[in-house]
């Protein structure tokens, strides 16, 4: 299969954080993706842009904080990542980028 440019607007980013590296050391990769991305749409993005193959997906939405910046009042973006575990015997180095 080669990439579809929907692809790239599935998968946003990695996430590197702390708990997202202990997710690492039992096959999983953290992504944030698209609000609206369903869990086999994210699960044939990974497996096609970074060939490897996907057992399971799980996501989670985090809604957005009411912050103020300089006394005025706004809102952050609602997230959604998604924790994808990989088959064993595959890898995704989050370090590199998407190819």
Do not use: C, Q, W
């Amino acid at each position: 299969m080669s990439a579809k440019p929907e692809h790239y607007d599935v998968i946003r980013k990695p996430i590197v954080t702390e708990k997202s590296t202990m997710a690492s050391e039992h096959g999983a990769v953290v992504f944030e993706v698209a609000i609206d991305a369903a869990k086999p749409v994210i699960k044939e993005a990974v497996e096609t842009l970074f060939n490897v193959k996907v057992k399971a997906v799980n996501t989670t939405v985090t809604k957005g904080k009411n912050k103020r910046f300089r006394g005025i009042k706004g809102r952050r973006k609602d997230t959604k990542k998604a924790y994808v575990t990989l088959e064993e015997g595959n890898t995704i180095d989050v370090t590199t980028g998407l190819s």
